[in-house]
């Protein structure tokens, strides 16, 4: 409810009020939203454009979306004989891009996504099943699947620190 004497924020597409902060919460006018419904809708609805901003579509109707950090979690690994794939937070999947694959200074793995137009953080299950495939190889890790070995930019000494 507004206060009185305040006037009412008019939004408009190109500035909605919404954001989607680090930590993957979605935020109204500094509010976080918490019904899941509405999460898993703005989550699904998110889209990067062509200019480096992000959408969100939702049937005919659209906005421009704040993304302060990743705009998607990676909540799981899948693999063949010879690619890992991730399933992202908008129920998509698609190959991982082993270039793409960082390791933050918190310790958790990020990826470019999206045709490399967006950024995804791993959740803590994601990065552990990865985790569970790597293969020390000199200073660095890869990945052995049953018709490829796939080489990752991790360095060893930055996982014991």
Do not use: C
């Amino acid at each position: 409810m507004a206060e009185i004497g305040l006037p009412k924020r008019w939004h408009t597409r190109e500035d909605s009020g919404l954001v989607l902060d680090r930590d993957l919460n979605w935020l109204h006018d500094g509010e976080r939203i918490t019904h899941p419904r509405i999460i898993e809708a703005f989550n699904q609805g998110l889209v990067p454009t062509d200019d480096g901003r992000f959408q969100l579509r939702i049937g005919n109707d659209w906005a421009y979306v704040a993304v302060e950090g990743a705009a998607y979690r990676v909540n799981a690994i899948d693999t063949d004989d010879t690619r890992v794939y991730v399933r992202l937070s908008d129920r998509t999947g698609e190959a991982l891009d082993p270039a793409t694959l960082r390791l933050g200074e918190d310790g958790v793995l990020t990826a470019r996504v999206k045709d490399g137009r967006a950024e995804a953080l791993f959740s803590r299950d994601a990065q552990y099943a990865l985790g569970q495939l790597l293969v020390p190889e000199g200073a660095g890790v890869a990945v052995v699947l049953p018709r490829a070995r796939i080489e990752l930019p991790i360095d060893l000494s930055a996982l014991a620190g």
